[in-house]
């Protein structure tokens, strides 16, 4: 089962920084996810919300910022305001940190709300860096993920299925990605059982769970023989898959 530090170690340092990426390669991690938006001068930069405010002592839109702008605000979290690695990064900033230790990461694209003209500067990025092989691009908007195939369809990919999302029932998400031509399915662990999991098996799919923080959850999907969960506390999840 693949491990994926979500937002790096995310449960004990600040979420999309590099210090949340390094805590989790120093942990021993070996799959890592974040988020990508795009500023207004094109820079790919790392955070989760559309607005910095939730995150960062600031307000406003990312796509309305310039990286110079965005790199002023500080973190929300107060032990770790003025840690530099606390910044908002860039996407290449996060391949520097990652181009020499073999790390897969999800590379999530936040288009489901404000659509970004960011896939060729992802795919070239990732080509520059020699990277497709430890790559996997997520999105919950699937027309982003059409326009990512379009341009490089020997990534893989990843289909993002919420909860709520008006599929009616399991089959149709399996039919839907197959459809979509993805690597895997990334579910809400809201919408998971042994039956999703045996049926996108069966049909060549990964399935890849978010956002499995708890012990209980964590054993279940072992159980459900997923084949990866995002979790904001890995190493807690890699002693409950060693038992």
């Known amino acids: 089962m693949i491990i994926f530090a979500h937002r790096g170690a995310s449960g004990d340092y600040p979420e999309n920084t590099l210090l949340a990426f390094k805590k989790a390669i120093c942990l021993g991690m ?7 938006h795009k500023c207004i001068d094109g820079n790919l930069v790392v955070i989760h919300d559309e607005d910095i405010e939730r995150t960062f002592k600031g307000k406003g839109l990312i796509k309305d910022y310039s990286l110079n702008q965005l790199k002023h605000f500080r973190c929300r979290n107060f032990e770790f305001i003025n840690n530099y690695d606390c910044k908002i990064p860039t996407l290449r900033e996060v391949f520097d940190l990652i181009k020499n230790k073999n790390i897969f990461l999800n590379i999530e694209a936040k288009t489901d ?3 970004y003209d960011l896939e060729k500067d992802v795919i070239d990025l990732i080509n520059e860096y020699d990277l497709k092989d430890n790559i996997l ?3 919950f ?24 999302d008006d599929y009616r029932g399991f089959g149709n998400i399996v039919e839907h990605a197959k ?4 690597y895997s399915i990334n579910l809400s ?3 998971v059982n042994k039956d999703i999991v045996d049926l996108a098996h069966g049909n060549g799919l990964k399935v ?5 923080n708890f012990p209980l959850a964590m054993r279940k999907m072992i159980e459900y023989n997923v084949d990866g969960v995002f979790t904001d506390y890995p190493d807690l999840m890699r002693e409950i898959l060693m038992e």
């Open 30 to 36: 070996n799959a890592m996810e974040l988020d990508i």
């Open 113 to 115: 709300l404000i659509h």
């Open 137 to 139: 691009i997520s999105s």
């Open 141 to 164: 908007n699937h027309d982003t993920i059409r326009n990512f195939k379009n341009i490089d369809k020997t990534i893989r990919y990843g289909a993002l299925y919420r909860s709520g």
């Open 179 to 182: 459809n979509l031509g993805v």
């Open 189 to 191: 662990g809201l919408l």
């Open 208 to 212: 890849f769970v978010y956002t499995i």
